[in-house]
Every structure is written in C-alpha cells, then in structure tokens.
C-alpha cells in the first residue's frame, strides 16, 4: 500500500468516549470468565448473548484466543444448543465459524448441526448448512452430501443460497465433491429467487469452467431466456465475453456472435449491467469502431453523472480502452473529461488526466498542462507518479512540445514531494534528455537546479553522474561546474564523492577547463572522507600527467567491462612480482558454472534463458552488442570485418556437469561468421593448455575458415575463449551444420600449489554441433507503429504465400514456432494467442542483415482436426528480403 | 471477491472489521489507508453519499451514515459497482437495525445485531443476501413472508 500511516490506535479509550462505549474496558481475560455462563445449568439466554457480542467485539477488533482459549470457548458454546432461544440460536451459530474449531473439535458440534440440518425450520437448516460447510473437513462432507444436494433445489431460497454459496466456497477444498451436484446447480440455475439465480450461475460456471462447450450452452440459453437479477446478468455478460472470445466471427457477414445480447444489455436499466456491458465490449479482441461506438456513446454519458461512483467507472473504462490502442474512439469524449479534472474525487481526476495525455493531440497539450498545474498542488504522491508517466510518454510522442513538458516536469521538481514521486520526475527527465538531443540542456540545467537542494542522496548521485557524462559535451559546459562543486562543499561524503568524479570528467575531456578543475580538485584533498580525498588524489595525479596517457585516463572513467567475480579470481591468483597485472588479460566471459546454476531452474524459459544470462553477466550499463564488439576488437584479425550485425544468445555444446564447459556464440558479420567458444576447465587437478576447438564445416558449403584462435592456458575454474572466423557471400544468408572437436594439452597439477606434474598429453573431446541458420541474420528489432511502418513500405516488394503447419497442439504453439525460426520482434503483443482461439494474426518485424527493414504479417488459422495454415505476407525494403523471408519458411 | 468490510468511527477508530483472503501482515495497511481515505473525504459528506477510490486493481466504496464510516474494499467480480450494491445492502440493514444512521453508541449497543446482519450479507467474501427486510427476519430466525 502506498499511503502507509501509523495505523490507528483501536479501541481509542479516551476519557470522552468511555461513557458511551458499552465495551468500555473491555478485556478479553474477563469476558473469557464472563463465557463460563454459557456452563450454567439454568442458562439465561440473554446474558449468554451478550457475552457472545463481547466475543465478536474482541475478534472483530483483531484480538486472538490461544488455541487453548479458543477449545474452551468452543466447548462452552455447543453447550447453547440446549437452549430453544432463537436469538441465542442464531448468535451460537454465528460464534462457532469465529472461533472456527479444529477439526478434532468440530466433531463435538457435528451431531447438533446435523439435527438442525433436518430441521423443518427452513432457517435453521441454512444456518446448519452455512455452518457445518464453514467448519467441516471432506471427510465428513461426504456423510452429508445427500442432503447439500439437496438443500441446492430446496424451495425456500435462503436454504438454496446457503448451499450454493457453500458450494462455491467447498469447490476450491474439495472439488471432487461440488461437481457432483451439477445437475442440482443446473435446475438452481432456472430459480425464480433471483439471487439463488446469481449464486448458482457463479457456482455453475466454476463447475464447468473448463468444459467450453458446456459454457457456451449455458450462455446461449440464457441469453435467450430471462435473468432476474442485474448481478447474474453481469455474471453471464462476464461469461458470453469469454465465449466470444475463443469464438470465431462469422466471416461473411462479420458479424461476431452475441454482440447484440452485448448491445442489448448497454440499453438494461440498472447501471451495473450497463457498464459491464460497455466494458466487454471494449474489452473483445479486434474490436472495430462501429462495434465500439454504443458502448463508448453510453460511457460518455456517465462521464456526467451527478454519482462519482458512475464518473469514475466510465472514466476507468475509457482509459482502459485508451490503453488497448483505441484513441481514436474516446475523442468525442475529450470534452466531458477536461471538465473531470477539477472532479472533487481524486481518483477520477487521474485518471481523466491520464487519459486525456493519452488521447489528447499535439495542440492541446499546452491547455491541458495549465490545467493539469493546478491540479498537481493538492493530489497525493502516488497520483502524481501516474500522471508524470503519462506525461513522459506524451512528450515523447510529442517531441516538438518538450519545452512545455520539460518546464511542467521542472517546476513539479521544485515542489515538495516524497522519493518515488521524485525519482518518477528524474527518470522522465532523464529518458526525455536521452530520446530528444534538444532536450538536453534544458534538462540538464533543470536537474543542476534541483540537486542544489535535494534531499535524496540516490537522485544526487545520479545526477552528478549524468552531468559528468553530458555536461562536458554541450555548448557551455563551465557552467556546470559551479553546480557540481556546490555539492562538494555542502553535501554528504556519497554525493562529495559523485561530484568529485563528476568534475574530473569535465578536465579530462576539456583541456581549457583542466588547470580550473585541478584547483578545484585540490581543495578535496583535504576532505574529511576517505573515499572523497582517495578520488581527488588519483583524479589530480592522472589529469596532472601528460596525453601520452589519454587512453589511460579514459578508462578511469569507464565501467569496468570483466564480469567482477572474473577479476577478483584473477586477482587473487596475480602474484606481486615483475610483471604487473594486466587487466585486458582477465577473461570477458561469465563463468559456465554460473549459467548452469541459474540454468537448471530454469528448463521452462528455454532460449530466453541465454541471452538473459549473457546481459546479467555483463557490467552494468554496457549492452551485450558493445560488450561483445569490444571482447571482437581486441582481436586484430577481426578489425577488418566490418560493423557487427549480431551475436547469437550462448548455446551450450556440452552437458551440464562434464570436465569441460563449453558454449558458443555466433557473431554475424556482412561477410563473416565468428565462432567464440567460452571454455572452462572443471577439473582442479588439470592444466589445459593450447586449447582449440576444431570446426568442420563440411555440411556448410559456403563457409571457408579463414582464421582461429586458441587459448593459450586455461587452468581450473578461468574461462577462456578460443574462435574461429569464415567467410561467407556477402548479404547472403547461407546455413549450415559445423561438427565441433575440442582439442588440448592435458596437465596434471597439484590444485593446492597450481604447479604442472608432469609433461602431459595430447587429448580431444567432442562437442555439440552448432548450426548458422537464417534466423542469426535478422536483428530482432520491434517498430513503433506496424501499420504505418507497414503502409511506408514499397507494397511492390511485397510477398504473400500460404503454408500448411501440419497438425499442432494449439495456435499459440505454432505461433511460437514461426516466430523461433524466423527469429524476429513480435509487436503490439501479437505473440500471445487467445486460449482456444481459431484465428490469429501475428505482426513481426526485424532488420535483415545489410540493415535492411523487413516486416511480416502471419495469419493463423487451425482446424478441427488441429492442421494449422499460415498465411505468411512479407513487405522489405528490398525484395529479394522478402523472396529470402519465404525461403526461410519454405526450407523449416 | 469482496476483500473488506469495516466500521468506524468518525475518529477514525476501527469499530468492526472483517477481511476475506487479506493476509495478517497486510490488514495494518488497509486499516490505515481505509481510516485515511475517512478522514481525507468523509468529514462534512453527508449520510449515504458514496465515495469511491481504486488502488490499483483493487476498488473501494465508502460512505457515512450517522457517526459511522463504512468502507467496502473488492476485487475482480466486486469492482466499483458491485460494490456499491454491496455497501447499500449494509448502509440499509444497519440503519435497520439501529433504527436510524446511527452514533457510535447506538452503533456499539447493537453491535451483535449488527454482526448478524452482516454474517447474512456476505459469507466469506461473497454476498448473500441484500434486501433489508429479509436480512432482518433471517437474523431473527423467523420464516420469509411468501
């Protein structure tokens, strides 16, 4: 929860209260002695009840009973079945589902509430019913199912209720048992009493919930016949929306099945059924406006209602429709929402709000942020968080308008407000500097404000950073640094130390602002913190030395690109001596070890898994791409092989557990292919040395190696890499099957010293085999609007064929397939399917190796038999993309 | 599933709560943020007039009637407007049954009826019954009226 207050002091006794409080100073103590009336051989119905009420005060008031409390309590009560009081009665039966007894207990009761269960006082049965369902395990449910059953069809409609409702509550501990009485539920179903009517159509449903066909014979009669009451009309709207989502639209007349029940119920009169109808209306898949309109007609209406209940479930619905991409739909409605935002309830002016930034078109952006200014002032925090997310994402639909945005998002900065609520505004600003280069100063300068009296070390230090990033790149980069020494003069040691390094930055990447910056650094050597005066020392020595050793120096600055637990082993095994330690020579590659623990969680995720693994185990803020490219660069014979297209995730040609862990990674270039191998050596007791991995490409026709690397050493635990590179026709994308030999000098060590034993030998060990396939050439890289992206392309070059899929399990698993082997970007969500669905359209996109945009249209259709046909449309920037797409689709 | 159903009163001390499916640890929270939502809106609102707030997919409906604040939190099937069905089967018994909106010390003098009638509004999360005249019969064990 968000707005955590000290919780009140309950059961307040202040001095004001206590002459009204008929519980005043209550004590549990006392009303459990006060409970030993109900042992009186002469009970007095009335006293009992009222210490019953000081019970349910105590429970209702969070107080507990010890288990031994609780059983005494409980074996005094059942005594109260003597009693013929009604009163008294229906207050016993009240008590015992309180204490609710164990289950070795409850077979105390059990005799008594069986007799009341046969009672030919109707209330008296539901009571029982409602009672022994509430305490009762399954073993004794079975004793009195017979009579459940047949309490579900008994005429009084109190006595059906309370088996209907206990049976909703039964089927989730014993399910066996509950769906034997469908049939009962069934003709329950049919009752006049309209709320036995709601009870049985929500128990019904829950039966059969996975019998489709039986759902959608009970929606069609119902829909035909007459529901009494509005809340099981809301339960069957609920139900018919699921069953027209995983029914197919008539496709010749486009008509979808029940959508005129739906439009029927937005004309019903009681207001929930209206709404719930709008709501599934909006809610169906591929929705179309002329389907959209009424529903959106009827919500708009409620927009003014005099009833705040009715405003926000209209405007909660229409931002809902908003966010499943139906903009267009609301406009009409922009009118009735401007004027929610000065709604006295807070919740409906946020959400107004947030709509209408999602709604709204460019030139009504400056009016709505006016409004919005004043509105900001008196919401609490966690409305504000939603409403500066809705702004970011307007201004980044909007781009011209960041002045507006970005003035909105400063002057908030100023205001008061707690951590989230700020870091919210700081992370727009910051995604907005990154996406819009005119943002930046104007952002930066908004943020060198905001750090002079910031509150949050966390923010601060972020800021700094960002400054020491950016600042030295814009048009007036002295201007910053009065900022940033600011915060070393006036701040905690945390954010001293981010200012320190921040101001290094700005004098290693200006050279007229480094004799300054050197002053500067000087005064913080005499910090009072270690890790301040540590920084200015080594910043003043480095900046202080010649250029020869610029490239040192920027790589002060740089993240560390070695996995750390890589480093600290390197390290730990680097003895002082001559030779200092390399840092380039530490290896770039998480730990086979590492990725097979996450691994063996996680079977289900599949070929997600690597890539995740890989991006875990880079250093912060550095992407796989760059890390890679980096680890290619330091080999001199890759320079020539052009810009990286992409790295593969890791594939694993060994199992989990051997002697040796080894996995590999594709990197595809313009004309190359290169192999990385990330080998480990899990022996203690071995030292391998001229490691290589031998590659025959012999099931890869238009593959020539053209170089290989090997590893030189690789003792215990310390990944190396070997590659190996081919050649292969430009822009082509050629597949083949590569059989792997890993090849080696096997020492043996002594694992406490690492020294050799002896002279060792020459071994291999077989791998896996690693296939290119098509999929490696395409970039996964998602469009923000498909349509238009779509439109944008040369209809000339596109392509449209038909596949049959053969016999699948579902759609959603042929989807899956198509996606996997063509290796692009779903968008809009298009991946997943509609459980049971018929039909579905999947939208990818992707870049083809030469950087070429390809974008792919799938339609799914399956069949009875389950045979699933594709239709596959392809549009590219270039046509022998999409002829290569169809290939590829082709050739699987 | 009906989540919550608490009394208080206009200090915003919980008279009488009840939690279906709310783990322990969280009841603290729904206290205080239910009891702030009271004292943020309901000071000066009058008898019946209803108050709704959502806290992410979860919805609340409050009102007054007398001294007593009455908040109903729901999820899923109980969104804002079962919700409000829910709350005038409770506003109304109550009232019923205390024979007026209430103070806090009729309130608390009929507490037991009052647990009564709420035990036949909802069970466990899920209502039961709504009409007034029936909750009252059956919280006295007397037959319905054909």
Redesign the interface.
């Known amino acids: 929860?968000?707005?955590?207050?000290?919780?009140?002091?309950?059961?307040?006794d202040r001095e004001d209260?206590s002459e009204?409080?008929?519980?005043y100073g209550i004590e549990k103590g006392a009303v459990l002695q006060e409970a030993r009336v109900f042992n009186d051989p002469q009970l007095d119905a009335r006293r009992c009840?009222?210490v019953?009420?000081k019970l349910?005060?105590l429970i209702?008031?969070?107080e507990t009973f010890t288990k031994t409390e609780a059983t005494e309590v409980f074996f005094a009560v059942t005594k109260l079945f003597q009693s013929k009081e009604?009163?008294l009665?229906?207050?016993v039966y009240?008590i015992i589902?309180e204490i609710s007894p164990t289950s070795d207990e409850v077979i105390i009761v059990t005799s008594s509430l069986m007799k009341d269960m046969n009672s030919k006082?109707?209330?008296?049965r539901?009571?029982a019913i409602?009672v022994l369902c509430?305490i009762t395990d399954g073993s004794l449910l079975g004793q009195i199912e017979r009579y459940l059953k047949q309490a579900v069809v008994d005429k009084?409609?109190?006595v059906s209720?309370?088996a209907l409702?206990?049976g909703?509550?039964l089927l989730q501990s014993n399910p066996d048992i509950v769906k034997r009485w469908s049939n009962e539920v069934q003709e329950a179903v049919q009752s006049k009493a309209s709320?036995v009517q709601f009870?049985a159509l929500a128990l019904l449903h829950q039966i059969r919930q996975n019998d489709r066909l039986a759902i959608s014979k009970l929606v069609t009669s119902l829909t035909r016949g007459s529901v009494r009451s509005p809340?099981a009309q809301?339960?069957l709207i609920?139900y018919t929306s699921q069953v027209i989502k995983e029914s197919a639209t008539n496709t010749q007349t486009g008509d979808r099945p029940f959508y005129d029940y739906l439009e029927g119920c937005l004309r019903h009169k009681t207001?929930?059924v209206i709404?719930?109808a709008a709501r599934a209306i909006t809610e169906l898949n591929g929705v179309t406006s002329r389907e959209l309109t009424p529903a959106i007609t009827v919500l708009q209406l409620f927009l003014s209602s005099s009833?705040?209940?009715l405003r926000?479930?209209a405007v909660?619905t229409l931002n809902k429709v908003v966010a499943m991409g139906h903009p267009l739909a609301v406009a009409n409605c922009n009118i009735d929402m401007e004027s929610l935002i000065s709604d006295q309830?807070r919740?409906?002016a946020t959400l107004a709000i947030t709509t209408l930034l999602k709604t709204g078109n460019e030139s009504s952006v400056d009016r709505l942020m006016k409004q919005i200014t004043n509105f900001m002032s008196d919401i609490a925090d966690e409305f504000k968080v939603v409403v500066v997310e809705a702004i970011r994402s307007l201004c980044l639909k909007f781009p011209q308008k960041y002045r507006t945005l970005m003035n909105f998002l400063s002057s908030i900065l100023r205001e008061e407000g707690g951590f989230d609520y700020k870091k919210a505004i700081v992370d727009s600003i910051l995604i907005l500097i990154k996406e819009i280069p005119e943002a930046k100063e104007s952002g930066l300068v908004h943020l060198c404000e905001f750090i002079e009296d910031c509150e949050f070390t966390y923010l601060s230090t972020q800021i700094l950073h960002l400054l020491g990033l950016e600042g030295p790149k814009t048009s007036d980069p002295s201007k910053y640094i009065r900022y940033i020494y600011n915060r070393v003069i006036l701040e905690n040691a945390t954010v001293r130390a981010s200012a320190v390094t921040a101001l290094a930055k700005f004098g290693l990447t200006i050279d007229a602002l480094r004799p300054r910056v050197l002053i500067l650094l000087n005064r913080c050597l005499y910090d009072n913190d270690d890790e301040v005066r540590d920084r200015a020392t080594l910043y003043l020595k480095t900046l202080g030395e010649d250029d020869s050793c610029k490239q040192f120096k920027e790589s002060l600055f740089e993240e560390l690109d070695v996995p750390l637990a890589n480093l600290e082993a390197s390290l730990q095994s680097y003895n002082a001596s001559e030779v200092p330690f390399d840092l380039s020579l530490v290896s770039r590659e998480i730990k086979p070890q590492q990725l097979a623990e996450k691994k063996a969680p996680s079977k289900k995720t599949g070929k997600d898994f690597g890539s995740k693994a890989a991006n875990e185990a880079l250093p912060l803020g550095t992407s796989a791409p760059d890390a890679y490219e980096k680890l290619l660069s330091s080999v001199p014979e890759f320079s020539s092989f052009g810009k990286l297209f992409k790295s593969s995730a890791p594939v694993e040609l060994t199992e989990a557990e051997t002697e040796y862990s080894v996995n590999a990674i594709k990197h595809v270039y313009l004309g190359h292919v290169i192999f990385q191998f990330n080998c480990t050596n899990t022996i203690a007791e071995q030292l391998l040395e001229k490691v290589s991995v031998v590659v025959d490409s012999g099931d890869a026709e238009e593959f020539d190696e053209v170089f290989s690397k090997h590893i030189e050493s690789l003792p215990y635990n310390v990944p190396g890499q070997a590659f190996v590179a081919f050649r292969k026709p430009e822009g082509v994308c050629s597949a083949g099957k590569f059989c792997n030999t890993l090849k080696f000098r096997v020492n043996e060590v002594d694992p406490a010293t690492g020294e050799k034993e002896d002279e060792g030998y020459e071994d291999e060990y077989q791998l896996e085999d690693l296939e290119v396939t098509a999929a490696d050439y395409i970039l996964k890289v998602g469009v923000s609007n498909f349509r238009n992206t779509w439109e944008a392309l040369d209809p000339e070059f596109e392509r449209v064929d038909e596949y049959g899929l053969g016999v699948r399990e579902n759609l959603q698993e042929a989807v899956q397939a198509v996606v996997t082997i063509l290796g692009m970007q779903p968008c809009e969500g298009t991946e997943v399917v509609a459980s049971n669905a018929r039909s579905h359209t999947s939208l990818l996109a992707g870049k083809f190796i030469g950087d070429i945009q390809v974008l792919v249209r799938l339609s799914f259709g399956i069949d009875a038999q389950k045979q699933v046909a594709m239709k596959l449309a392809v549009r590219a920037e270039d046509q022998s993309v999409s002829d290569a797409i169809h290939e590829i689709i082709a050739s699987a | 599933m009906l989540m919550s159903v608490l009394f208080a009163n206009s200090s915003g001390n919980v008279l009488l709560e009840r939690f279906h499916s709310v783990p322990g640890e969280e009841r603290l929270h729904w206290r205080s943020f239910l009891v702030k939502l009271g004292t943020d809106n309901l000071n000066g609102a009058r008898d019946d007039e209803l108050f709704v707030a959502s806290h992410k997919s979860v919805y609340i409906v409050y009102t007054v009637i007398g001294d007593i604040w009455v908040f109903t939190v729901g999820k899923d099937e109980y969104d804002e407007l079962t919700l409000v069905e829910v709350l005038h089967a409770i506003t109304s018994s109550v009232k019923d049954i205390c024979k007026k909106a209430p103070s806090e010390r009729v309130f608390l003098d009929k507490y037991g009826k009052v647990c009564l009638g709420l035990d036949e509004i909802f069970s466990q999360g899920i209502l039961e019954h709504t009409d007034k005249d029936r909750v009252r019969r059956l919280t006295r064990l007397r037959p319905l009226v054909e």
Do not use: W
């Open positions: 929860m968000a707005l955590i207050q000290p919780a009140p002091k309950k059961d307040d209260d009204y409080s008929p519980f009840a009222q019953i009420t349910l005060y209702n008031q969070g009604v009163g009665r229906r207050m009240l589902k006082t109707d209330l008296y539901a009571n409602r509430g009084n409609p109190v209720s309370a409702v206990s909703i509550h709320l009870h809340l809301c339960l609920r207001e929930m709404f719930e009833k705040p209940v926000f479930a909660r309830n919740s409906i």
